[in-house]
């Protein structure tokens, strides 16, 4: 049976619409990947990661982030931009009230029932929140600290996506193409979903003017979505970032060997790295660079007319030149 949430908006929501991403959101939904049945796009990543966390118990992330259904609300707070450090997403979860903590962990008991970490978050939510932030640091310097900067990337490319189909078609048309199960019409949000809502969950609610955050996320089911509209944090949607199930077989550029010999490794990376155009930050990600030095490769190569740069709002874009792209035709026939 399907169910549906209604999110009414008023103009002054559209206008404030905007895109965010931050370490919490991937950690929370990865975890919720790794209790997924069967065959899914993120396997090679979940064997890697079983490895990685082979007789490690992490009771306190299970206590907030149960496999199904409902997680804690204060493990992800809503980001307001895109958020690369994890430390700041701490800080934004130690700065909970611990009554909001408590009314939380308090549903996950209504829904998935007591357990000896729950019970300590209602007794000492403070001293808990400690614990579970342990726990959660564990995870993500074993599991996924060292594909942050692809994910990021892939976040990245969706975000671009969006915000050029909402400039060229509109917020409504961004909207209804976001993700399958979300449609907007009338100045309202339907998102289906295919289980009944938790008992405190609303069915229908508004943003009152205070704008919506839109959070792309590889982990998230590309045909689904989920949100969070509660008064302790901004209103959010999360849904699947475009090509997310991608981000692990996005391996790094590997040149040829006579074009390493003629241009440097470095080079050699860069200049196929724009085989899609990028700024500085985004090709120094992808190739797992410092920005300086990507920099500098940027320069000489410009300098030799393989690349070009041109301005887009406040980021300069590089891509191929006719001439770079010969080059690479040339060692790559």
């Avoid at 199960?181 to 229908?204: G, Q």
Wanted: proline share 7%.
């Amino acid at each position: 049976m399907q169910h549906v949430i209604d999110i009414h908006v008023t103009p002054h929501d559209l206008a404030s619409i905007r895109f965010a991403y931050s370490p919490m959101m991937e950690i929370a939904f990865s975890l919720f990947a790794c209790d997924a049945d069967g065959i899914m796009p993120h396997q090679r990543w979940l064997e890697e990661s079983k490895r990685a966390l082979h007789n490690i118990d992490l009771p306190y992330i299970k206590a907030v982030i149960p496999p199904k259904r409902y997680l804690a609300d204060f493990v992800t707070p809503t980001p307001l931009r895109p958020t690369l450090d994890l430390q700041d997403d701490f800080d934004a979860i130690r700065a909970t009230p611990p009554d909001v903590i408590r009314k939380n962990i308090q549903l996950i008991i209504d829904i998935h029932g007591h357990t000896p970490e729950r019970q300590q978050f209602l007794m000492y939510p403070l001293e808990t929140l400690e614990c579970l932030l342990d726990e959660i640091r564990l995870y993500w310097d074993r599991a996924l600290a060292h594909h942050w900067n692809r994910i990021v990337a892939k976040l990245d490319d969706d975000i671009m996506l969006h915000t050029r189909h909402m400039g060229l078609h509109g917020t409504g048309s961004m909207l209804n193409q976001l993700t399958s199960n979300i449609r907007f019409e009338a100045m309202t949000l339907h998102i289906d979903k295919d289980r009944a809502p938790h008992p405190d969950e609303k069915t229908e609610c508004g943003l009152d003017g205070q704008g919506l955050v839109l959070v792309p996320n590889v982990f998230r089911s590309p045909n689904g979505s989920s949100w969070q509209v509660v008064p302790e944090f901004a209103p959010m949607v999360i849904y699947g970032a475009f090509g997310g199930g991608l981000w692990y077989h996005a391996d790094l550029p590997d040149p040829e060997r006579d074009l390493v010999l003629t241009l440097g490794e470095g080079r050699a990376r860069v200049l196929l790295g724009l085989r899609t155009p990028a700024n500085t930050s985004e090709l120094a990600r992808m190739l797992n660079m410092t920005a300086g030095a990507t920099s500098q490769h940027l320069k000489r190569l410009g300098e030799a007319g393989l690349v070009r740069a041109r301005r887009q709002g406040y980021f300069v874009y590089y891509m191929l030149t006719e001439r770079g792209q010969k080059l690479l035709d040339v060692f790559a026939g």
